[in-house]
Nanobody, 126 residues
Framework: QVQLVESGGGLVQAGGSLRLSCAVS????????MHWFRQAPGKEREFVGA????????NYADSVKGRFTISRDNAKSTVYLQMNSLKPEDTAVYYC???????????????????WGQGTQVTVSS
């Protein structure tokens, strides 16, 4: 059974930082590119960014570029989302997702994810 478990969400003031973690169990972590998504109330789920399987290359949505950083530790089967300079519009439930793909792929693929986490709430107050 594959499990993705996010943690690290919470309430932070605008301009602050949070680091989310997503721990993966049940499969070989390095076989998967890892993606982060978010969903705000009343809005569709939105791609935040992704990190490749093997060399750490990343891809980010324009809305978070320069503020968010994704990293992974294959030895710990964990992916991280470091969020800096947070804004109220970053408020959402954040999800991690795993996608079996080629070694260097960080592209977003609609509806083509193998596993999802349960989400963690991030609230940014103004």
């Amino acid at each position: 059974q594959v499990q993705l478990v996010e943690s690290g969400g919470g309430l932070v003031q605008a301009g602050g930082s949070l680091r989310l973690s997503c721990a993966v169990s049940g499969r070989t972590f390095s076989n998967y590119a890892m993606h982060w998504f978010r969903q705000a109330p009343g809005k569709e789920r939105e791609f935040v960014g992704a990190i490749s399987r093997v060399d750490g290359r990343t891809n980010y949505a324009d809305s978070v570029k320069g503020r968010f950083t994704i990293s992974r530790d294959n030895a710990k089967s964990t992916v991280y989302l470091q969020m800096n300079s947070l804004k109220p519009e970053d408020t959402a439930v954040y999800y991690c997702a795993a996608r079996a793909t080629s070694a260097y792929d960080t592209n977003y693929y609609l509806g083509q994810y193998d596993y999802w986490g349960q989400g963690t709430q991030v609230t940014v107050s103004s």
